[in-house]
């Protein structure tokens, strides 16, 4: 799941059509405001052991950008660093 909170700093990127930089604030407002990227859902499910490696990489529409979350967040974690398509390996 994706979680946008319409604060101020979002309204204002909307009324000034500058809707490519939502994510970036998205990303910056995760703990300040509860807001959360769907990569960021995806990476807490696969930590969770929720879902394996593989379906949180096809499922992300940014699997580069959920791979490197994963190695930052446990470098032992991150087993897959190939394709995203690519099965997990244990």
């Keep these: 799941m994706e979680i946008l909170v319409p604060n101020s700093a979002i309204r204002n990127l909307v009324r000034e059509d500058?809707?490519?930089?939502?994510?970036?604030?998205?990303?910056?407002?995760?703990e300040k405001y509860g807001m959360q990227t769907f990569n960021k859902s995806l990476m807490s499910l696969y930590q969770r052991k929720l879902i394996t490696l593989e379906t949180a990489l096809v499922r992300s529409s940014n699997a580069d950008e959920l791979q490197n979350m994963i190695d930052r967040a446990s470098p032992s974690a991150g087993e897959c660093t190939g394709s995203p398509h690519a099965p997990a390996r244990r």
Excluded: A, T
């Excluded at 490519?20 to 990303?27: A, G």
């Design 18 to 30: 500058k809707v490519h930089q939502i994510y970036s604030s998205m990303q910056s407002g995760q």
